[in-house]
Every structure is written in C-alpha cells, then in structure tokens.
C-alpha cells in the first residue's frame, strides 16, 4: 500500500506564501511506484465539502487547477525523492482548511475528486 505523508501546513498570514510537500512510499500489490500515479491536492474546510485543488498527472505533463487557485497555487513533482508539492501564493482566508494528498493511478479520477491513496491531511491557516 502507498502510504502519503504532507507537511507544511500552519497559520499564515493574508497575502503570505506557503508550500506543503507530500512524500509518497512503499508499493502496492501489483507492484506500481510513485511515477505511475497522477498526484492531487485536495482540501476541505469546516463544514465545507472536500474540493480538488491541484492535480498533476503520472508523467507531469498534465496539471489542473481549481478556478480558485489558478494562477496562485503551483502543483509540481519530483520522482526522485517521490514527492508532489504545493507552492502557494498570495494567500486568502478563503484557502484555509485541510490540504489532503492523494494519488491515482487514473488522472481523471483525481480531476474528478476521488482517489485510491489519501494522506492524513496537514491544516492550512490563513489569517485576515
């Protein structure tokens, strides 16, 4: 089983900067790896429902944003160190909530919110 770890998340202020990593490990049964997976990021705020944020595909060509984030929020990967991060810019209170990785082996499953892999979430603060 794939096992996701974010870090990154604490309380920032309105029009601050942050950038939450997601480190991926172990295999699945059937043997897949971190370079087989489209990776997302998915965030849910109190009493919110859970929304995708940022998706990239299994071979970083593909990126999709929320309408939200789109030109503030970076998705990018690095196989190397099995990672998927999360550059985000110019802050707003509307952003804070529980920032989620996840990965999928089909990208439009991620596009659409679901995943097969979830990590445990790390808490995004942004204060006004």
């Known amino acids: 089983q794939m096992q996701l770890v974010e870090s990154g998340g604490r309380l920032v202020e309105a029009g601050g900067s942050l950038r939450l990593s997601c480190t991926a490990s172990?295999?699945?049964?059937?043997?897949?790896?971190?370079?087989?997976?489209?990776m997302g990021w998915f965030r849910q705020a109190p009493e919110n429902e859970r929304e995708v944020v940022a998706c990239?595909?299994?071979?970083?060509?593909?990126?999709s944003y929320a309408l939200s984030v789109k030109g503030r929020f970076t998705i990018s990967r690095d196989s190397a160190n099995s990672t998927v991060y999360l550059e985000m810019g110019s802050l707003k209170p509307e952003d804070t909530g529980m920032y989620y990785c996840?990965?999928?082996?089909?990208?439009?499953?991620?596009?659409?919110?679901?995943?097969?892999?979830w990590g445990q979430g790390t808490q995004v603060t942004v204060s006004s």
């Open positions: 990239v595909s299994h071979n970083n060509i593909g990126t």
């Open positions: 996840a990965a999928d082996t089909e990208y439009g499953a991620l596009v659409g919110g679901s995943a097969k892999y």
């Open positions: 172990g295999l699945t049964f059937d043997g897949l790896t971190f370079d087989d997976y489209g």
